[in-house]
């Protein structure tokens, strides 16, 4: 597998992409993508777990559930298009219809995605008097590919791109790319509030719902920001079997398939975490020894969770104590007397004692922008990691006034 | 039921109380605080459900879990006495033996609370050191009883202090009070780090027992600042049984005392989430509808936890859709059409639809300082309510430098 720096969308065969501003931010900023394929794809899907679901999302939900084929998924940021009644979903059919014309296809093949303010309407004119540019646009150059991406962001500071370029067993090449975006009101499950995935591999939907759904597990679902998670939030992948490579279910090539989709969610998943809202840390959290899956789970989600980790985090405080009561209110069971933390490299509590440390050997490890928080127990062999970011004032003021 | 207004820990009969500093504090506040009864009282605690607990803590159940009557408590704050192992075993019990000692009692009736940083060695010797003053200092004073709940403050802006007295079935008066100190790393269960409460009527442990749980469970244990439960939370009643008066299991004299400790621990309860770290507001979340217990404690508690919903009052934005959206995640079963969102008497969402508002009559309401979010759901008859504050500016900065 060869990680492509500057991945783009259109990275796999028989993709185009585009992004344009359809005035839905104020600024003129781009906030509608499109991303099709050239020919019908198998789709795949993994949703937010949030009861309340958006218009949009529930739209693509059904679509994906018929098992038919699609050509593309179009996405509006600022209006999440939820919690507006039955006009929501009619709104969405009226956007997938204006971007299915325009393709020369029908609107069932066109996935809706949207994020942003809930409770308000979608301003269906303006999008849909964007979308002939919008659809005369695509293209597989880079820069269109990476004006999707940039299309999708809300308040992301940076743009999610992915991709591996993986060869089969047999020397022929498949492609996978990934877009997304963050970037607050994130936590399992799910952890983002929507990524594309785009592969030119011929796949079976069962086969790829399996893959999907593994490689999100322990990535997409290991990213918490603030702990909420959105009625938006979807992972789509589209597959379209141009590269003219069928990935088989249980060969090597679905396991290579498979390691490239599982290393790509991670490396978006990290990007997310990066970019949280208001970040100015990356933060990563390790439990070894748990003595089982859910409470290995509990104790990193406890941990990346905390606003008092977090913001101790952000002062770049040796708070340390703070990581050992977050294990201690889990719910995890384990022995308070045999828990060692670590954080980048430093060993803070050896058998559930403070271990005196150097005050300023700590503000210097904690200065750096990547913070590793290891927590070993003796309980057993789980194990779990997930991937959050630091609580600043940026947080808040960009959470205090959303809407405006 | 007479609530008293600027009621005092000393209050009831018998009970003497002191705060000084012993210059744990950098800034020369009260840091030491000391409840004590002339007569042996029955005592009572509930404690934090976290798994780590404090040594002065762990000594504090395992006194009270012998049955014996005790004199008093003392409470440090700066310093939680946590995760430093055998040592802080030993350092809770010189200080409870340097008061027992001033006293001429024995320090196991001497129970002992500290909080602060965790990981930390005691400042043994200058606690020590202001024993005899804080002991001679005791009184049944005002002021002296006021630097009591001065003393156990950390980053508490004011002190919390509530009492009542009832009147009995036979004319009889009985006088309950409680100092307590809030106010970050709170959430259920416990609320609060350290609440103390007073009161002269004789009453057995077993009954003042099941009182003082009934009590906390919707009062301390429904109140969530940041979602952090610490390590050294107790609420702790002394019962000296001066007033004469003998409170019996099943009688109208024990539903009147208890009426009068859920008073009370209510008061003191909102008066922690009012003064939660960097609040600007007090906000109560209430659940009518929900379809059991539980369903209806994880609503209240994902609203009251959301940094999203927090952060947005504290902007005074209308973003109702978080709250929405908190509800869905929750784990509650709901139907997502029939739930209507009220805020300070404004409806915001009507069977899961957003209803048109006012701006400026939103942005009217959103400046009040008290804020009431009632949801409405149509699954059952279940009820629950969370008291929280907002998320502000002010606790990032508390909790990024809390130690220095």
Redesign the interface.
């Known amino acids: 597998m060869a990680d492509i720096e500057n991945a783009f969308i259109t990275l796999p065969a028989g993709f185009k992409a585009n992004g344009v501003s359809a005035g839905l931010k104020d600024n003129g900023a781009l906030d509608l993508g499109l991303v099709v394929s050239d020919l019908p794809c198998t789709v795949s899907g993994v949703y937010?777990?949030?009861?309340?679901?958006g218009h949009s999302l529930v739209r693509t939900i059904n679509l994906i559930n018929t098992g038919k084929k699609v050509r593309g998924i179009v996405v509006n940021t600022r209006v999440?298009n939820?919690?507006?009644?039955k006009d929501g979903v009619s709104d969405a059919d009226k956007i997938a219809s204006a971007v299915a014309e325009s393709l020369g296809v029908s609107s069932e093949e066109i996935l809706t995605g949207s994020t942003g303010?809930?409770?308000?309407r979608l301003p269906v004119d303006k999008i849909t008097a964007a979308v002939p540019g919008l659809v005369e646009g695509l293209s597989t150059q880079e820069q269109a590919a990476h004006n999707a991406a940039l299309a999708i962001m809300t308040t992301d500071t940076v743009p999610k791109e992915a991709g591996a370029t993986i060869t089969m067993s047999d020397g022929r090449e498949v492609s996978i790319a990934a877009i997304a975006k963050g970037s607050?009101?994130i936590?399992p499950n799910l952890a983002t509030m929507i990524s594309v995935f785009t592969t030119d591999a011929d796949i079976d939907g069962k086969l790829l719902d399996g893959i999907l759904h593994r490689a999100v597990s322990h990535t997409f679902n290991r990213v918490s920001v603030?702990?909420?998670?959105?009625?938006c939030d979807m992972v789509i992948v589209l597959a379209n079997g141009k590269s003219g490579v069928t990935v088989e279910d249980g060969s090597e090539d679905a396991k290579l398939f498979e390691e490239a989709m599982t290393k790509i969610s991670e490396d978006i998943a990290r990007m997310i975490a990066s970019d949280g809202e208001g970040a100015t840390k990356f933060i990563e959290v390790e439990v070894f020894g748990a003595s089982n899956d859910k409470d290995a789970l509990n104790i990193v989600t406890a941990v990346a969770?905390?606003?008092?980790v977090k913001?101790?985090i952000?002062?770049e405080?040796?708070?340390?104590?703070?990581i050992?009561?977050?294990?201690?209110?889990s719910g995890?069971?384990?022995d308070?007397e045999k828990i060692d933390i670590t954080v980048n490299g430093m060993l803070?509590?050896r058998?559930?004692?403070?271990v005196p440390f150097d005050e300023d050997e700590a503000a210097k490890l904690l200065a750096e922008h990547d913070i590793h928080i290891v927590i070993k127990l003796s309980e057993g062999e789980a194990y779990d990691r997930m991937f959050t970011c630091d609580?600043?004032?940026d947080?808040?003021?960009?959470?205090?006034?959303?809407?405006?």
């Open positions: 937010t777990s949030n009861l309340v679901k999440a939820a919690g507006v009644g303010t809930i409770g308000v607050g009101m936590h603030d702990g909420d998670t959105s009625v969770r905390s606003p008092l913001t101790a952000f002062g405080d040796a708070n340390i104590g703070r050992l009561t977050a294990v201690g209110y995890a069971k384990f308070p803070f509590f058998d559930g004692v403070c609580f600043s004032y947080y808040v003021k960009i959470n205090g006034s959303y809407r405006t």
